[in-house]
């Protein structure tokens, strides 16, 4: 089982309409959870982050975390086409060895006109 | 938000050469980045931690005598691909951690990535 899982898609969405991502990961000691935006040819950038239960609202976008169910989504809302990319899931696991960021496979959205 | 500078942004090098990649924090003191590679249509691998002063920390399955990583200073990181070969052509991108908030997790700042491509 890989530690982060995301659909690969892609997710086709009509413009205006809400895209639903989600992601769920293996290890029960994740504390921070990210959503990180990459376009084609560029590096990711973030989104947003969550770490406690319920729901995350910044503008358009909506991060839901349900830490019983190891799961984290993402609400795109109003969608745009300038919301086509890869949205990358990421989780923060505290180690001793330190702490570090494992990424889902990412899941491709097209939104179209 | 934080700046994270990479270069060169593409290169494009003959197998068995060595290449050197640029991880510069512009707006900030970076004591650990991070050195991700990125295969096409897949997701970003960690490949090592670099902390400033000290060895950096790799990734199981990661060659440290391949992939050199120097953390000489609090801005700047450099990753250097020895002897490159064609398996090794990816998108290698650095980043840095930075809180934003007191208390809050920290987030993870991208560079722009590197393209190599090795013939």
């Known amino acids: 089982q890989k530690e982060v899982e995301q659909n690969s898609g892609p997710l086709s969405v009509p413009e205006g309409a809400i895209a639903s991502l989600n992601c769920t990961y293996s290890?029960?000691?994740?504390?921070?959870f990210f959503w990180y935006r990459q376009y084609s040819g560029k590096s990711p950038e973030l989104i947003m982050f969550i770490y406690s239960n319920g729901d995350k609202e910044d503008g358009r976008f909506t991060a839901q975390l349900n830490k019983a169910s190891q799961y984290v989504s993402l609400l795109i809302r109003d969608s745009q086409p300038s919301d086509s990319a890869t949205y990358l899931c990421?989780?923060?696991?505290?180690?001793?060895?330190?702490?570090?960021?494992?990424f889902g496979g990412g899941t491709r959205v097209l939104v179209k006109p | 938000g934080a700046v994270v500078s990479q270069h060169p942004s593409r290169v494009i090098c003959k197998s068995g050469t060595s290449v050197k990649i640029e991880c510069r924090s512009l707006?900030?003191?970076?004591?650990?980045m991070f050195w991700y590679r990125q295969f096409p249509k897949q997701s970003l691998m960690l490949m090592a931690t670099?902390?400033?002063?000290?060895?950096?920390?790799?990734e199981q399955g990661v060659e440290k005598d391949k992939f050199l990583i120097n953390h000489a200073s609090l801005t700047l990181s450099t990753l250097t691909v020895t002897s490159a070969h064609p398996e090794d052509s990816s998108f290698y991108i650095c980043s840095a951690r930075v809180t934003q908030l007191a208390g809050g997790p920290q987030e993870l700042f991208f560079g722009e990535g590197s393209r190599l491509t090795v013939l």
């Open positions: 290890d029960r000691g994740s504390q921070s």
């Open positions: 707006d900030f003191q970076a004591t650990t």
């Open positions: 990421a989780v923060k696991v505290i180690k001793a060895a330190g702490n570090k960021l494992t």
């Open positions: 670099s902390n400033e002063g000290s060895k950096a920390t790799y």
